[in-house]
Nanobody, 117 residues
Framework: QVQLVESGGGLVQPGGSLRLSCAAS????????MNWYRQAPGKQRELVAA???????NYADSVKGRFTISRDNAKKMVYLQMNSLKPEDTAVYYC???????????WGQGTQVTVSS
């Protein structure tokens, strides 16, 4: 059974930082691209950051220079370091795994991030 479990969300003031974590189980982690998505109220889910097994990364323009995605293949973990947070970063953040061989994907349950003073 595949499980992706996010943690690390919460309430933070503008300009603050949070680190999200996602623990994966039930998949061959190194054979999956790992992504962070977010969905704000009334908006579509959007891709925030992506990382493949070799470490190549990609970011949404809105978070470039502020967010950093990383992964630990041995621990089956993926992280999202979020700095200089803005109110518009408020959303539910989801961990996503995509199998490189067949495109099957899996989702976590999401973790709420609220940026507010």
């Amino acid at each position: 059974q595949v499980q992706l479990v996010e943690s690390g969300g919460g309430l933070v003031q503008p300009g603050g930082s949070l680190r999200l974590s996602c623990a994966a189980s039930g998949i061959i982690f190194s054979r999956h691209a790992m992504n962070w998505y977010r969905q704000a109220p009334g908006k579509q889910r959007e891709l925030v950051a992506a990382i493949i097994s070799g470490g190549s990364t990609n970011y949404a323009d809105s978070v470039k220079g502020r967010f950093t995605i990383s992964r630990d293949n041995a621990k089956k973990m993926v992280y999202l370091q979020m700095n200089s947070l803005k109110p518009e970063d408020t959303a539910v953040y989801y961990c996503n795994a995509v199998a490189l061989m067949n495109g099957f994907d899996y989702w976590g349950q999401g973790t709420q991030v609220t940026v507010s003073s």
